[in-house]
C-alpha cells in the first residue's frame, strides 16, 4: 500500500479534531439540556408539595435563558458567529478588497497608457507642422498637399487615439497616411509597402503602438541615408501568437537600440507592451544588414 504523504495526514488530523470538537459540543448541549429537564421538573413536584407561592417559574426562565443561549451558540452560533461564518466574511472582505484593488490597478494602467501616448502624439505633431512650414517658401504645392494629408490623418486617428484599443487594420491605415505625409518630404528617396494579411485585419492592437517603430526606422535608419530606401511594415499570423515587423533598408540603428531601447519611440512601446500584456509579448531589435528589423510578438486574441 502506498504510504499517505504527510501533508494529506496533518489535514486528516485536523479534520478530525475540528469535528470531534464539535461532537463534544453537541453532547454538551444535550447533557445541559436534559439537566435542565430533570431539575426543572423536580423542582415543580417540589413546589407543589410544598404549596405557598410559586417560585419555581424564576428558575425555570433564568435558566431557560441559559440553555437557549448554550442552544444557539453550538448550533446558529456556528452558522452565524462560528468558525465557518468567520470563514466566510473573511472571504467576502477579501474579494471585495481584491476587487478594489484589480479596480485600482486598472485605472492606474489606462492612466499609465493615456500618459505614454500623449507623450508620443505631439512627436509626431511637431515634426509634421514644422516640414508644412519648411515647405511653405519652397514648394507651396507640396506644403499644402502634405497639410490636406496631415488634416486627414488627425481627423482619422483623433477617435482611434482616445481609445483603448483598435485592430490591426486601423493601424495599418494610419500607418499609410503617416508614410504618405513622410514620402511627401522625403520623395522617391522613400519607398514603402505595407502588408496585412484579411484574416488579421480585426486583430485587436492598441492604438499608434507601431508608429513609433515606423517613425524610428524613417528618423534613424532612412532619412540620413542620402538614397534613402525602403520601409516593410508586415504582420504575420503563428499559431498562438501575431508577429508585427517594420524592417527598413537604412543605415540602421540597432547599436542605439540594444542598450534597453534607448530610443524614446522604444522604450514608450516596451512599456505599453508590459502593461497591455503583462509580460506575454515581446519586442526584439536585430541588425538587418542593411537596415534593421524590429520585431513585436503579441497574443493572437481574434475577436
Known amino acids: 500500500m502506498t504510504a499517505r504523504p504527510a501533508v494529506l495526514d496533518a489535514a486528516y488530523d485536523a479534520a478530525l479534531a475540528h469535528a470531534r470538537k464539535q461532537v463534544q459540543e453537541i453532547r454538551g448541549f444535550y447533557t445541559h439540556a436534559g439537566i435542565y429537564v430533570l431539575v426543572i421538573t423536580g423542582l415543580w413536584v417540589l413546589n407543589a408539595l410544598t404549596g405557598g407561592e410559586w417560585w419555581v417559574q424564576w428558575p425555570m426562565v433564568g435558566w431557560g435563558i441559559g440553555v437557549a443561549c448554550h442552544g444557539f451558540s453550538v448550533f446558529a452560533g456556528r452558522t452565524f458567529f462560528g468558525p465557518e461564518w468567520e470563514a466566510r466574511k473573511v472571504a467576502e472582505l477579501m474579494a471585495r478588497e481584491n ?25 509626431f505633431l511637431f515634426n509634421t507642422l514644422a516640414n508644412v512650414q519648411s515647405l511653405i517658401a519652397r514648394q507651396p504645392r507640396e506644403a499644402t498637399a502634405m ?7 488627425l481627423r482619422e486617428s483623433l477617435a482611434a487615439s482616445r481609445a483603448q484599443t483598435g485592430t490591426l487594420a486601423q493601424e495599418f491605415a494610419l500607418l499609410r497616411h503617416y508614410l504618405e505625409l513622410i514620402q511627401i518630404r522625403m520623395g522617391p528617396r522613400l519607398a514603402f509597402e505595407l502588408d496585412l494579411p484579411p484574416d488579421l485585419a480585426h486583430q485587436p492592437l492598441a492604438p499608434m503602438l507601431l508608429q513609433p517603430l515606423v517613425e ?53 512601446t516596451r512599456e505599453r507592451l508590459a502593461m497591455l500584456y503583462d509580460g506575454r509579448a515581446t519586442l526584439s531589435v536585430t541588425d538587418a544588414q542593411p537596415g534593421t528589423r524590429v520585431t513585436m510578438t503579441l497574443p493572437l486574441t481574434t475577436a
Do not use: C, W
Open 99 to 123: 476587487l478594489r484593488l484589480v479596480t485600482t490597478e486598472k485605472e492606474l494602467m489606462h492612466a499609465q497608457l493615456r500618459l505614454l501616448q500623449a507623450q508620443i502624439e505631439p512627436h
Open 147 to 153: 497639410l490636406d494629408h496631415f488634416i486627414t490623418y
Open 216 to 268: 524610428n526606422a524613417i528618423r534613424h535608419g532612412l532619412e540620413p541615408k542620402v538614397e534613402g530606401g525602403r520601409l516593410t511594415v508586415q504582420a504575420r499570423r503563428g499559431d498562438t501568437q501575431v508577429h508585427l515587423t517594420v524592417a527598413d533598408d537604412g543605415l540602421g540603428f540597432g547599436i542605439h537600440a540594444d542598450s534597453a531601447g534607448t530610443g524614446l519611440g522604444l522604450a514608450h
